[in-house]
């Protein structure tokens, strides 16, 4: 049976961190989804469609087994719609295992058959975050080497 997991969040915008995630995870699984979610009561700096293509070029061709797609409302309707096995997520701080195990709990309570598999990233990435490159970014701070090249043009031609 092929093994599928989704990898869900915001990707606003796609960083660095997310592609090491995607890289190991798709090596896990016969099939990774990277989903990202559609919130319509969020005002997104990068629109869904934006999101989507940037991670799409993103990719390395070792990630063949990789595609992107984008879901709303609950995460474990579309988990289950998508027949996944798993769930990934990444972990960088102590902070992020907070935020993390009460929404693995609530999803294992709403799929108790879909697993989260939780990745601790990379050290050398752990400072890195879509809200902490947002703000830098929009105060003029440098954030090359945070996020891939085409990600930062992107986010040029935005302002
Ligand atoms: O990248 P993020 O913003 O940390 O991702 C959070 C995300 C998208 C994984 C989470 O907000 C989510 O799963 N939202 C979908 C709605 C849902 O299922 N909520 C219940 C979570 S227990």
Known sequence: MSRRAIY???FDPPTCGHLDLIERASRLFDELVVAIIVN????PFLSVAERTQLLQEALPASCANVTVESFTGLL???????????LIRGLRTSADY?????????NRHL???????????????????SSLVKEVF??????TGLVPAHVLAAMQDKL
């Open 138 to 143: 929009k105060l003029g701070g440098s954030v």
């Open 98 to 106: 907070e935020y993390e195990l009460p929404m693995i709990l609530m």
């Open 111 to 129: 799929a108790p058959h879909i697993e989260t598999v939780l990745l601790a990233g990379d050290p050398a990435l752990a400072h890195i975050s």
């Open 8 to 10: 869900p969040g915001s």
């Open 76 to 86: 474990m309707d579309y988990a289950q719609r998508r027949q996944a096995q798993a």
């Open 40 to 43: 319509p009561n969020k005002q």
